[in-house]
């Protein structure tokens, strides 16, 4: 019995190391920007749901691709711009431009400070 419990936390010790990789990270990643695009082009105009588009960017600082941030930040804001035009009205357009715009200025800035910072730790 001690065996088998062994072999099965070797098995979670495993896809916890895949999850924590590199590999996993980038997968991880693309899953929830996805899963969030999705969730953005059902939901209203005014709903913050476009707020967890930080996960990924976060997530995004421990991989070890250097151009990881950037490449999300892209790929996020380029989801962002689709979600606005896919997304059911909810509120008036001019103010649902204004919060999206808002949020699209915070997560440059987040995106450009976290690339410093992961430029400084690599170099």
Known sequence: MPSAKRHNQSQKTKLLNTLASDVGIVMITA???????????????GKPVWLL???PLILSYWSGRYYAIPTVSIVTLLFLIAGFF???QGIAV???IVYRFTFYLVFISLSIILWTIRRRQIL
């Open 53 to 55: 588009y930080f996960i």
């Open 86 to 88: 896919l997304s059911p």
């Open 31 to 45: 899953v929830i920007i996805l899963g969030v695009y999705l969730i953005d082009t059902v939901t209203p105009l």
């Open 94 to 96: 001019p103010h649902a």
